[in-house]
């Protein structure tokens, strides 16, 4: 069974860090780009970041620029998300989202079309708040 597993959120206070993970089970990352998307409530989901399935290209919504890392780990097959500088207003849910293909192995999928993703967690819970 192919999955993806988010896990690393919760509570954190302005200012503060928290490193999100995707992991997948059932299949290698190898061949896949991974992008992270976020929730808020009563709002849409949006494009957080996302990473080539090699591993070398990445891109980031403005909102999270300078703040937010994406990286991957094949040996562990595995995605992370590192965010600092957290705001409230990255209080959200955060999705991990894998597309396959040789398309992109070296560029990865624009962060604002989530058509191109097929694979979805079930998300994890980032709350910033004093």
């Known amino acids: 069974q192919l999955q993806l597993v988010e896990s690393g959120g919760g509570l954190v206070e302005p200012g503060g860090s928290l490193r999100l993970s995707c992991a997948a089970s059932?299949?290698?990352?190898?061949?896949?780009?991974i992008g992270w998307f976020r929730q808020a409530p009563g709002k849409e989901r949006e494009g957080v970041s996302t990473?080539?399935?090699?591993?070398?290209?990445?891109k980031y919504a403005d909102s999270v620029g300078g703040r937010f890392a994406i990286s991957k780990d094949r040996a562990k097959n595995t995605v992370y998300l590192e965010m600092s500088s957290l705001k409230r207003e990255d209080t959200a849910v955060y999705y991990c989202?894998?597309?396959?293909?040789?398309?992109?192995?070296?560029?990865?999928?624009?962060?604002?079309?989530?058509?191109?993703?097929?694979?979805w967690g079930q998300g994890t819970q980032v709350t910033v708040s004093s």
């Open positions: 059932g299949f290698s990352l190898d061949h896949y780009a």
């Open positions: 989202a894998a597309a396959y293909g040789s398309s992109w192995y070296r560029q990865p999928p624009s962060i604002t079309n989530e058509s191109e993703y097929d694979y």
């Open positions: 990473v080539s399935a090699f591993g070398g290209i990445t």
